[in-house]
Nanobody
């Protein structure tokens, strides 16, 4: 049974930092592309960052580039999202996701497994 469990969300003031973690089980973690999505109320879910199986290839959305960093620890079956210089516009539920097929893709429908989400709220 595949499980993705996010943690690390919370309430932070603008300019602050949070580090999200996603612990995976029930799959061969090192063979999977991992992604972080977010969804704000009334908006579509979109890809914030993604990382290849080895960690050698990453993607960051333009809106978070230079502020957020995705990384992974294959020995611990965990992917991270370091979020710095947070802005109120970053407020959303953040989801960890993975897909069986190879490669980083932006379409959420192409991801097969999802975590339950963790709320990030940035106050101004």
């Amino acid at each position: 049974q595949v499980q993705l469990v996010e943690s690390g969300g919370g309430l932070v003031q603008a300019g602050g930092s949070l580090r999200l973690s996603c612990a995976a089980s029930g799959l061969t973690f090192s063979s999977l592309t991992m992604g972080w999505f977010r969804q704000a109320p009334g908006k579509e879910r979109f890809l914030v960052a993604a990382i290849s199986r080895s960690g050698g290839n990453t993607f960051h959305a333009d809106s978070v580039k230079g502020r957020f960093t995705i990384s992974r620890d294959n020995a611990k079956n965990t992917v991270f999202l370091q979020m710095n210089s947070l802005e109120p516009e970053d407020t959303a539920v953040y989801y960890c996701a993975t897909r069986r097929d190879y490669g980083i893709v932006y379409n959420s429908r192409l991801y097969d497994y999802w975590g339950q989400g963790t709320q990030v709220t940035v106050s101004s």
